[in-house]
Nanobody, 125 residues
Framework: GVQMVESGGGSVETGGTLRLACRAS????????WAWFRQAPGKVREGVAA???????DYTTSVTGRFTISRDNAENTLFLQMNSLKPEDTAMYYC???????????????????WGHGTQVTVSS
């Protein structure tokens, strides 16, 4: 399997920046898609950004232009650069990886096989 560990969460004020990292280990060569999800209290888990093995990216509308997903293949590390943070970005953020997308929806959580334990992001107004 693949093990994933997130880092980089924290508390910032509105307009601030954070960079999340997700270090992967194990059979990472079998992975074709990587993604970041988030879940706020009382809400469903939401796909934030995804990146394919070929570098194709997808973003949910609310973060387009503010967040950037990237991957360092040599270090097996996934990143999420978050700029212009808003209070509504407050959530637990999870990284995930998929062997392949069964239905072709990179921002749907049921497409993913492996998950990290999450890192908290809190944005105050």
């Amino acid at each position: 399997g693949v093990q994933m560990v997130e880092s980089g969460g924290g508390s910032v004020e509105t307009g601030g920046t954070l960079r999340l990292a997700c270090r992967a280990s194990g059979y990472t060569s079998t992975i074709t898609y990587w993604a970041w999800f988030r879940q706020a209290p009382g809400k469903v888990r939401e796909g934030v950004a995804a990146i394919s093995k070929r570098g194709e990216t997808d973003y949910t509308t609310s973060v387009t232009g503010r967040f950037t997903i990237s991957r360092d293949n040599a270090e097996n590390t996934l990143f999420l650069q978050m700029n212009s943070l808003k209070p509504e970005d407050t959530a637990m953020y999870y990284c995930a990886s998929a062997l392949f997308l069964r239905r072709g929806f990179p921002l749907e959580s049921d497409e993913y096989d492996y998950w990290g334990h999450g890192t908290q992001v809190t944005v105050s107004s």
